[in-house]
């Protein structure tokens, strides 16, 4: 299955990093004011983080750092980690010398002791790994008790409606691995994804010692309908599914 790239986001994994490393340049300047990223999925997030302010958080798998900014422009002290270098050379442009940026895979050992954060951001992230169970146990060790993990992950139904258009009979209500192909910048790389159905990823979550609070399909920002009219034109409200979105507290 082949997909333009908006909206969908960052690497696990080395392989993944090394697509997003040959990408990475093209993929930001997309990234920056895409309706799917800058007025759907990051003011979301922004949203349901809600005041920063002197909280410690992680942006894990933060790319070239648009929502580390944002965090730290509202008064949050954030560690960002990604396990594309070429990504994160950008969120160094982007952020200063000074930003506390470190390459790390989520699908391993997160390099920071317990209860090291208030709030934990997973922007686009979880849906490139096959197993949440070891990611969501270092997620919740580094959280603190109480602490917050915002997730945004491509929405299972989309992504189940948008095959069996294409012509593909997926099961639904299994963990299926799918690749695409993105051209970016005259370069083309392969990305792999797992897609799972809900109930898979609200079992991970309570598996790893997480309580679900939020569960939320948010609509756009509302300046969207004025920059994108044409997208508007073809809807029947003022919203659309895109991505999923959760709130989870650690127990």
């Known amino acids: 299955m082949t997909s333009t790239p908006e909206g ?75 396990a594309s270098a070429g990504m994160l050379e950008l969120a160094r442009r982007r952020l200063g010398a000074a930003a506390d940026l ?3 895979d989520l699908a391993d050992p997160l390099p920071f002791p317990d209860d090291a954060f208030d709030d934990v951001i997973a922007s686009l992230v979880l849906h490139y ?8 146990a270092e997620l919740r060790r580094v959280l603190r008790p109480g602490g917050r993990l915002i997730v945004s992950v491509e929405h299972p139904f989309v992504i189940t409606l948008m095959q069996r258009m294409a012509g593909e009979k997926p099961d639904y209500f299994q963990t299926r691995n799918r690749t695409e192909e993105w051209t ?15 109930h898979a990823m609200t079992d991970a979550f309570t598996a790893a010692g997480f309580r679900i609070t939020v569960i939320s399909e948010p609509p756009p920002a509302p300046t969207a309908r004025d920059v994108f009219p044409e997208v508007f034109q073809e809807l029947a409200g003022t919203s659309f599914l895109g991505f999923l979105f959760f709130v989870l507290q650690a127990d």
Request: charged residues 20%.
């Open 8 to 82: 969908l986001a960052l690497p696990a994994g080395p392989a993944q990093a090394n697509g997003y490393d040959s990408i990475a340049e093209a993929y930001t300047a997309e990234n920056e004011n895409s309706l799917m990223n800058a007025y759907y999925e990051r003011p979301a997030m922004l949203e349901l983080a809600g005041d920063v302010t002197g909280r410690r958080i992680l942006d894990a798998g933060c790319g070239s750092g648009p929502l580390f900014a944002a965090l730290r422009d509202r008064g949050a002290a954030v560690t960002g980690v990604d």
């Open 102 to 104: 470190r390459v790390a």
């Open 129 to 136: 790994l096959r197993d949440w169970g070891p990611t969501l």
């Open 184 to 198: 970016l910048g005259g370069q083309t790389v392969s990305l792999t994804f797992w897609d799972r159905p809900l």
